[in-house]
Every structure is written in C-alpha cells, then in structure tokens.
C-alpha cells in the first residue's frame, strides 16, 4: 500500500532511505535540518552535501519544519545521529500521529545513559510506542543503496506486524529486507560493529594487512557478541546480516567512515583532525565510549574495545594498541566453552 512516510535526517543515510521509499512509490517528506538544504534538494532534487553522486524522485518533498515533516503521517523513519536522537523525539513528540508506525535507522548508543535507540525514543515519546516501533539495521553503504546496487537489510521489532509492515515498505528488487525479533541484538550489533571498523582502518593505516584484518574482525565479533550476548541479545543476530554482515561491510568498503576515520588516526593523525576533516558522523568513536563504559558496567572483557578507548581518549598511539593485544596473556579461543577462561 502507498503511503505518506515522513524520513527524519537529511544526512546520507536518510536521503538513501528517502530514495528508496520514493523509488517504491511512498509520497516522502524529508525533514533536512538546515532550510537551505532543504530548498537546494526541492529545486535541484540533489543532496550536494551529503550525496553529491545522486539524482532524486520528485516525489520527495523537503521541509525544515519538524512539525510539516511528520503531522498526519502514518509512518515516521528517524535517521539522525544517536547524539540527536533524544532532542529530535521530544521536537517531534507533540504533532506524532497516535497510531504512526515508527522506524530508525540510527547506529549507535546513547553516551550519557548508556541506552539503545529504542529506549531513547520509547522514554521521549511513551513506552506503547514499542509495538509500533521497528530498527533497520545491516550492511548498506549509503552511497550503494541510492544508486539501487543489490543490498540486503534487516528489520527487527518487538512487533511482528511492524516488522512485516517495515519490511513491504522498504523491500524491492535491490533493497533486499528480511526480518529478525531480536531488536536488542539487531541494535547492539549494528552500533558495535562500529568500534571494529575503526580499529579495522587503523590497521590499515599503519600499514598490516590482511592476517591483522582478519584477526581485527574475528576477535571483534567474539568481543562485540559477549556484550551483546550479556545485555540480551540472541547469539544468533550476530552470525546474520546485523552481526558479521554489517562488520564485513564496515571494516572492507572504502564507504565507511568509521573505516577511514581509523585509517586516518592510525597514519597518525590526531582524532579532532579526523573528525573535522570527515565532516560526516563517525558513530564509531562515541560508541567506543559508551562500550567501554558498558563493559565495565557488565565486568565483560572487551580487549580491542579498551585498546581503541585508549587510543581515541588517552593519548595511546595505534601502534602501543597493537603491542598491547599482541602481548596479552595466553588465552583460550572459544571462551564460550570455558567461561573461566574467558579473557579472550
Ligand atoms: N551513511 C550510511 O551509509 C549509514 C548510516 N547509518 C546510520 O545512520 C545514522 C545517520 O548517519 P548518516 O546519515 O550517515 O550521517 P551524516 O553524517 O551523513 O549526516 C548527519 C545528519 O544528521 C544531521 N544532524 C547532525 N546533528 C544533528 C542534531 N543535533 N539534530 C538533528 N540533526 C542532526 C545532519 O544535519 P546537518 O547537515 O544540518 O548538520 C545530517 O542531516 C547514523 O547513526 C549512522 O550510523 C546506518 C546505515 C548506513
Ligand atoms: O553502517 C554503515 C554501513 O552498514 C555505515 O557505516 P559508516 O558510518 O562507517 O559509513
């Protein structure tokens, strides 16, 4: 069924989501921060500044105002930075459609309360809206999605009918959506690839090659699902597209910029240089924060994740990062067979 879907977030991801909401024939009103973007995308239909490649559907409208963005609007797509999130819900809360079926697309936590997406959002706008409330989630590259290169995604609810309707929304011959109910783990697992990818560029940075990405990427996984596992998730979402498919794509494409964010900081390059020069978000380096913090919390070991904070915070090179793994103690790989063993 068509329908009228407002996308919240006129960054790269969002006018992706946008186009592919448009292309499948939804009559889409994108919310862009900045009333001259907003102009630029209704007169040019192009997004110069987040991607400058493509050519968008006429049937998106642009606005700057929240409230014309979702008032009457049967299905909401938040798209903004985990860092946004909070204050866009509680903009958004008082012209929401009672019945809206709610989707994000954010990856990443909240620094300050440590919660997920949903959490934030079920706090601003009322805890019913988790049966109305779906997370997108997977390997898709913004730049890929938009110009219609084959991608596969995964919706997660507690709802299965907002999954369902999620999935017919976004689903079509290149934009591949299966389902999953495990939100917990489809929203942890998307955030925490995030913090591998940046070790994954430094890596490359500093000039290792493939075995060290390879261990980066495994010894992540296995670092990523002990807390996920431990703050609820299905061990399974982290074998599927949420999980190792979003890792693959995170750690490998030249898209990402958590990847190139890394790589820049292992060329020695110092964070708030990186951060400036990518001028894009870079979800990674808050949600090391907040897994380092999570880890501590629930006395998980989390080895890469502390290598990483240690870089991003404290001063440590890349290179101290790696002889500190590399020289850790003996240890057993499948810690899940020998929990008293698990110092991975
Ligand atoms: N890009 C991608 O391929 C993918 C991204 N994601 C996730 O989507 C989320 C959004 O990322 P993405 O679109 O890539 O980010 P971008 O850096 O491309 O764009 C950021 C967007 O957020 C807006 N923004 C920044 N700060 C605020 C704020 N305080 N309040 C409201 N809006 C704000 C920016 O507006 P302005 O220009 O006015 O600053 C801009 O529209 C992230 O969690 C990311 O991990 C998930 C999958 C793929
Ligand atoms: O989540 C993403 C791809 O699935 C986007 O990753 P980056 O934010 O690193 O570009």
């Not at 209704?42 to 929240?66: C, F, G, M």
């Not at 290169?149 to 369902?164: K, Y």
């Not at 996984?221 to 807390?227: D, F, P, T």
């Amino acid at each position: 069924m068509i329908q009228n879907v407002a996308v919240i977030g006129a960054g790269s991801w969002g006018t992706a989501l946008a186009s592919v909401l448009a292309k499948n024939g939804h009559q889409v009103t994108l919310w862009v921060r900045d009333a001259q973007l907003a102009d630029e995308v209704n007169q040019t239909h192009r997004n110069q500044k987040y991607l400058p490649e493509a050519t968008l559907p006429v049937n998106i409208v642009a606005t700057s105002s929240l409230e014309k963005a979702v008032a009457g609007k049967p299905v909401v797509l938040l798209a903004v930075p985990s860092h946004a999130m909070r204050q866009v819900c509680q903009s958004m809360a008082a012209y929401l459609d009672p019945e809206v079926l709610l989707l994000h697309a954010t990856k990443g936590f909240e620094l300050e309360s440590l919660k997920r997406m949903s959490e934030v959002i079920a706090e601003e706008l009322s805890p019913q809206i988790t049966s109305r409330l779906a997370v997108l989630t997977g390997p898709s590259h913004a730049e890929e999605v938009v110009c219609e290169q084959p991608t596969t995604v995964v919706v997660s609810s507690e709802s299965e009918e907002s999954m369902l309707r999620a999935q017919d929304l976004l689903m079509n011959q290149n934009f591949r959506v299966y389902t999953n109910p495990d939100l917990v783990g489809a929203e942890i697992a998307g955030a925490l690839k995030n913090i591998i990818a940046l070790g994954a560029g430094m890596s490359d940075g500093l000039g290792y090659g493939d075995n060290a990405k390879a261990a980066l990427l495994t010894r992540g996984l296995a670092e990523i699902s002990r807390l996920g596992i431990k703050l609820g998730a299905m061990p399974l979402t982290f074998a599927g597209l949420a999980g190792v498919g979003d890792l693959i794509v995170t750690c490998t494409s030249k898209h990402s910029r958590n990847w190139r964010a890394g790589y820049m900081l292992g060329q020695g390059k110092r964070l708030d240089e990186v951060l400036e020069q990518m001028g894009m978000v870079v979800e990674g380096v808050r949600t090391t924060h907040a897994a380092y913090a999570l880890a501590r919390r629930e006395q998980v070991d989390m080895p890469i994740t502390q290598v990483l904070y240690g870089i991003l915070f404290e001063g440590k090179t890349a290179r101290q990062g790696v002889e500190e793994l590399m020289g850790r103690g003996k240890t057993f790989e499948m810690s899940y067979l020998n929990p008293e063993a698990d110092r991975s």
